[in-house]
């Protein structure tokens, strides 16, 4: 008796875990696709000529500009759900409303893409790096909920774990300090360049360690 309710709850665990995944999988695979209804079509008579084309094809050049770093932050966010999820054994309710929660930050990404590209001001730069910020923040929340309360595989060490959370912490700063930074100086290129050492800060500086040695 005992042994078939093991294995019940086994089952349990693995149907929960798995529509999970499935609905974690879907989420995403949303995100991605609507990113690309941020581009607009051009608004030219479909008489026009190719160079009139071009060119209407080139104004839109900034749209292009942030479905490309969309695709590429959205698919970043995946890649590591995705590692993650492969540690997990179970899930409880808790880690399922944080899932929820981090989810809805990544189903809004396609807004902010579309302000990025249609208005080239710090505002709009601003807003889309905050709504980076709450998915760094609701994944890092995600990690330490399943490490905290079991639900991986195996156990982390406590150097994964302190790396994990400096990892988590370097990408969520970048985001969060491009945003003072471009409001304060105008510059978007301030903030581009945030978001790049935010997340490889540590990484530089053990590189300048390294070579140091």
């Known amino acids: ?5 093991n294995t019940v709850s086994a089952r349990t665990k693995a149907f929960d875990l798995d529509r999970t995944i499935s609905l974690s999988d879907g989420i995403f695979a949303f995100a991605l696709t609507l990113l690309v209804l941020s581009i607009s079509v051009p608004d030219i008579p479909f008489s026009s000529s190719s160079s009139e084309l071009w060119s209407a094809i080139k104004d ?4 292009l500009v942030s479905y490309l770093i969309s695709f590429v932050v959205i698919g970043g966010f995946w890649i590591r759900h995705h590692r993650f999820c492969g540690k997990l054994k179970a899930v409880d309710a808790t880690f399922l409303w944080i899932n929820l929660a981090y989810l809805a930050t990544i189903a809004f990404i396609p807004y902010p ?5 249609d208005f080239i001001n710090p505002a ?3 807003f889309y790096a905050a709504a980076i910020s709450a998915s760094t923040l609701a994944a890092a929340a995600l990690n330490e909920h399943a490490a905290r309360s ?3 595989s195996q156990a982390l060490t406590p150097a994964e774990t302190k790396e994990g959370r ?4 370097a ?3 970048g985001f969060i300090i491009s945003i ?8 978007l290129w301030l903030g581009y360049l945030c978001w790049f050492l935010g997340p490889n800060f540590h990484r530089l500086i053990r590189l300048g360690s390294s070579r140091k040695h």
């Open 166 to 169: 400096i990892n988590g912490f």
């Open 180 to 187: 003072p930074v471009v409001l304060l100086s105008g510059e």
């Open 150 to 152: 079991g639900l991986l």
């Open 171 to 173: 990408v969520t700063a």
């Open 113 to 117: 893409t579309q302000l990025l590209g």
């Open 124 to 126: 709009a730069f601003a």
């Open 60 to 63: 839109r050049q900034n749209e």
């Open 1 to 5: 008796m005992e042994s078939d309710s």
